[in-house]
């Protein structure tokens, strides 16, 4: 088997070089929670289900850079590892000139994902509770 990795510059954390697998994962530096707080509030308009409340989490923390929140819809609870940059650093929708490779990951109920596919698991997690 043939596996070809590009080696890409890692413009998220400059001061590492090599290959990564599953970039976006690492460490957010210069993290600040008040900016967590406003990317998950854009989150939640953004799956855009009516009723959902969330609350901070600071126990459930991953730490470098990223800051738990609990979201809820009626007996529903779906966790949410938030980055904390600005949202224009963090909210990755696919647009023309977003590069992949700049955006860190939220971690929904610990799997990493990026923004843009992280609206479409916390929706389906509120909608399809029972399915894993």
């Known amino acids: 088997m043939l596996i070809l990795v590009d080696m890409v510059e890692n413009r998220l954390h400059p001061h590492i070089d090599g290959i990564f697998i ?18 998950i509030a854009q989150l939640v308009k953004d799956v855009g289900l009516e009723g959902i ?12 850079g990223r800051f738990a929140y609990k979201l809820h819809l009626a007996e529903i609870n779906v966790e949410v590892q938030m980055p ?11 647009e023309k000139g977003q590069n ?11 799997n ?13 997690a509120f909608e399809n509770p029972d399915e894993e």
């Open 22 to 39: 599953n970039p976006g994962t690492g460490h957010v530096d210069d993290a600040r929670e008040e900016s967590a707080t406003q990317n």
């Open 53 to 64: 409340t969330y609350e901070r989490d600071p126990s459930k923390d991953y730490g470098k």
């Open 84 to 94: 904390g940059w600005s949202l224009e650093r963090v909210r990755f929708l696919g």
């Open 100 to 110: 992949i490779m700049d955006f860190p990951r939220l971690y929904v109920d610990d």
């Open 112 to 124: 990493s994902w990026l923004w843009k596919y992280a609206v479409g698991m916390v929706e389906d």
